[in-house]
């Protein structure tokens, strides 16, 4: 599911699951955690470059989070990957190479960089299945795009083009699609010149703040979806999500 590799100080993750278009199942989760774990105490990794392979980013949960949710907790291992990720001491940047849904948008919210391809296409559905937003984007969105895009952008299920993304302050920049890899690794190349300590220290000044309040919002935003799934509107979004999804995600 995760293609990992160097480049100099630059560890790359690239999600690769075409045959759900890069959805990301538990035991995909769980791989997540523990490379990002790895890459932590790697002291030759300074930057990691988070991207997806083929013309999808991501499709977000795989459904069999949906099917077997597992109990919302700080055990739980969606909850540990967002604390892993809300935690990780070194610049992440998300490189979002095409369309993206659900996890796969909310977790930009997440990233200290996001750069986006110019076919990058974002949905939030989570309206559309019953449920709530995840990935803390109830309070990384407002705090990054202001109340009212958040709200719109979280509640719609409408998709979100790469321009309406830089604009709502969602994403650095747009770049080619055929040149979003080479000018994420250029930026990725540009911090890891700076010492390990500087971009360590750095990082956590900006995070310290509001961290415990993201590990909070997080548990939180789990505990309620987790609630939801059994209800009847969740168990009416999904069940016609799984019947009308079609390759281009225009039913998500």
């Known amino acids: 599911m995760w293609k990992v590799s160097n480049e100099g100080l630059v560890r790359v993750f690239q999600l690769d699951n075409p ?14 955690i523990g490379l990002l774990d790895q890459a932590e105490e790697d002291s030759e990794v300074k930057v990691i470059l988070l991207t997806g392979a083929g013309e999808v980013f991501s499709s977000g949960m795989n459904v069999q989070f949906f099917m077997e949710p597992p109990a919302a907790d700080e055990d739980n291992v969606v909850v540990r ?25 909310t977790v930009c919210g997440l ?22 937003p995840e990935a803390c984007s109830t309070y990384t969105f407002p705090r990054l795009m202001g109340p009212q895009h958040a709200f719109w952008a979280l509640l719609s299920s409408e998709w979100f083009e790469a321009k309406q993304c830089k604009e709502m302050g969602l994403a650095l920049d747009i ?7 080479s000018e994420a690794m250029n930026k990725a190349q540009i911090l890891a010149q700076a010492p390990l300590v500087s971009l360590i220290e750095t990082k956590k000044l900006v995070m310290d703040p509001y961290r415990q309040q ?4 997080n548990l939180k935003e789990l505990k309620v979806f987790a609630d939801m799934l059994s209800g009847p509107a969740c168990q ?11 390759p281009d995600f225009s039913n998500l």
């Open 81 to 105: 990957m967002f604390d892993t990720l809300i935690d990780f001491p070194k610049p992440i940047i998300v490189a979002v190479n095409g369309l993206a849904v659900g996890f796969g948008a």
């Open 236 to 246: 009416e979004g999904v069940a016609a999500f799984l019947e009308k999804r079609k």
């Open 175 to 181: 770049v080619a699609d055929e040149k979003l890899f």
């Open 214 to 217: 993201l590990k909070d919002v």
């Open 19 to 32: 045959a759900e278009k890069n959805a990301i199942n538990p035991q995909g989760v769980e791989e997540f």
């Open 111 to 132: 990233a200290d960089l996001v750069l986006m391809a110019d076919s990058a296409k974002l949905k939030f559905p989570f309206p559309a299945l019953g449920l709530v």
